[in-house]
């Protein structure tokens, strides 16, 4: 696609204005989220953006600060402070960068659906509860403030999709609340906005062993946790453009981003799936530019209209993050009849990945849980697939051999009772690993102590060729 085309430029340039337009308010949220002053998240938002345009390898995807980071380094703002978290951000994207050379996009596809729908849930689910603060001990014009702006998010969308119906209600509120002097907390109240450009810094802690214990969690959520969720909206890209991507450049590339955005004091971040939608899906955009141009609109914004942004009551940006996680929960995956069709196993993953997730309120260890727990479950499933059965002297294994089914098939002859020449027909199998070959040696050995033969017969060459270089090969101490 050529910039060099007057319509894909306007394109790409008003594509990339209303991305920053809707990028302040959430920016502003998550730094709150975090447990930092709006600054660091918009800073963030900034320096994600436009280095991402240059090193991802999804054109047209957003990063940016996000509720998934937020909720990762909230406890280590809390409890270290924000020096920590920025040498938190930069040892993330250094992970980022050395497990997209171990190739860890690859792995990606390993990641079952059910644990992502759980990651999605779980991501909504402590949006939500993270605004239930913002919502107690408040005046009470608070209240029918944040009606409002949840109505106009609500049936705007249904008249005109022009401009961003979350700008919208942060605009009106804010006028009115200046107009009618309520007092209401407004973000000004959570800390200050910046009046400069982001400087480099580097962060105040000790570079010692201790350090590194206390950040390397957090580091390490940072990196799996940016990664999934940017890989994931990778491949969503894909499929609504119907154009590939690289994934291992875009993984080194959040990598890349996070060491920048820490670097001037930015809170870390990673690709959102609400922006990318309105930057693909609702703007049209197919280019690097308008990922650009978002980062360096949203710098603009804020540093020129500070002023203006401290004045926005606290209650638009809760209704907006109220509905990200309504909008962010799937609801399908919860609906009567798709819990009736749906495996018990998957529901145990979906389950498992949120439980784990919202007592940890960490994304990672649910997620880690998730993929585990769906591990157990296939195994399960698979080991039930392998059988034997009996005709004549012949026996006749069923099925994938692998270490959770292969241990079975050992208790399924009768090595009193059978002939001294046996033949285990394995045409209808396939051998996967070591643990396999072990048991169809203690096959043999029970019956050679019986005096008896066994004939393994029918393998495939893949089977055959492990067969042959590992029996009598694995005898414990051998």
Same mark, same amino acid.
């Given at each position: =696609? ?8 306007? *394109? ?10 809707? %990028? ?10 975090? !447990? ?11 320096? =994600?953006?436009?280095?991402? &345009? ?13 509720? &998934?980071?937020?909720? #990762? ?26 497990? /997209?050379?171990? !190739? ?58 022009? #401009?961003?119906?979350?700008?919208? /209600? ?11 002097? #309520?007092?209401? +907390?407004?973000?000004? @109240?959570?800390?200050?906005? +910046? ?6 810094? %580097? ?33 969503? #890209? ?30 870390? !971040? ?48 809760? /209704? ?34 949120? &439980?784990?997730?919202?007592? *940890? ?31 004549? @002297? ?30 285990? @027909? ?18 043999? *050995? ?33």
């Amino acid at each position: =696609m050529s910039l060099t085309s007057p319509r894909v430029l306007r *394109t790409e340039v008003l594509a990339g204005l209303v991305v920053a337009l809707a %990028l302040i308010p959430e920016a502003i949220s998550f730094s709150i989220l975090a !447990g930092v002053d709006p600054r660091v998240g918009l800073f963030a938002s900034f320096t =994600m953006a436009v280095t991402i &345009a240059f090193c991802g390898g999804r054109p047209a995807m957003i990063s940016a600060a996000t509720g &998934a980071i937020a909720l #990762v380094v909230a406890p280590l703002v809390a409890s270290h402070g924000l020096n920590y978290l920025i040498a938190a951000v930069i040892a993330g994207g250094l992970l980022q960068i050395l497990l /997209a050379v171990l !190739g860890v996009a690859r792995l990606m596809r390993f990641i079952p659906r059910s644990v992502m729908v759980g990651f999605v849930n779980a991501l909504a689910i402590l949006i939500f509860t993270a605004q239930v603060p913002h919502l107690i001990g408040v005046p009470w014009a608070v209240y029918p403030l944040a009606a409002v702006a949840l109505a106009i998010m609500v049936f705007l969308p249904r008249l005109t999709t022009a #401009v961003p119906a979350p700008l919208v /209600a942060i605009v009106l509120l804010t006028g009115f609340t200046v107009l009618t002097a #309520v007092t209401v +907390p407004t973000v000004g @109240d959570q800390g200050t906005l +910046p009046d400069s450009l982001p400087t480099f810094v %580097l962060p105040d802690v000790p570079f010692t062993l201790d350090t590194l214990r206390v950040i390397a969690p957090y580091a390490l959520g940072i990196a799996l946790v940016g990664l999934m969720e940017s890989l994931m909206t990778a491949k969503l #890209v894909d499929d609504i453009t119907d154009t590939g991507s690289d994934k291992t450049r875009e993984s080194w590339g959040q990598g890349v981003a996070n060491i920048v955005t820490g670097l001037f004091g930015g809170m870390g !971040g990673c690709a959102m799936i609400g922006q990318t939608m309105i930057n693909v899906k609702a703007s049209g955009a197919r280019t690097r530019l308008s990922t650009f141009l978002a980062g360096v609109f949203l710098l603009i914004l804020v540093v020129a209209l500070g002023d203006v942004v401290a004045l926005i009551p606290m209650a638009a940006l809760v /209704a907006v993050m109220v509905i990200v996680s309504v909008s962010t929960f799937d609801w399908h995956s919860v609906a009567p009849a798709t819990l009736q069709r749906m495996p018990a196993g998957e529901i145990v993953v979906m389950l498992v990945t949120v &439980a784990g997730t919202l007592a *940890t309120h960490n994304l990672a260890v649910g997620v880690i849980l998730g993929v585990l727990t769906a591990m157990v479950v296939f195994a399960r499933r698979v080991a039930h697939f392998t059988r034997v059965t009996r005709d004549g @002297d012949t026996y006749r294994v069923h099925g994938e051999l692998f270490f959770a089914s292969s241990n079975d098939i050992v208790h399924q002859f009768d090595y009193a009772n059978d002939p001294d020449a046996v033949t285990v @027909d394995l045409s209808a199998a396939h051998i996967w690993d070591a643990s396999s070959v072990a048991a169809l040696d203690a096959i043999s *050995t029970r019956y050679a102590q019986r005096g008896k033969t066994v004939t393994f017969t029918g393998l495939n060459e893949e089977s055959a060729a492990m067969h042959g270089a590992l029996a009598g090969q694995l005898k414990v101490g051998h």
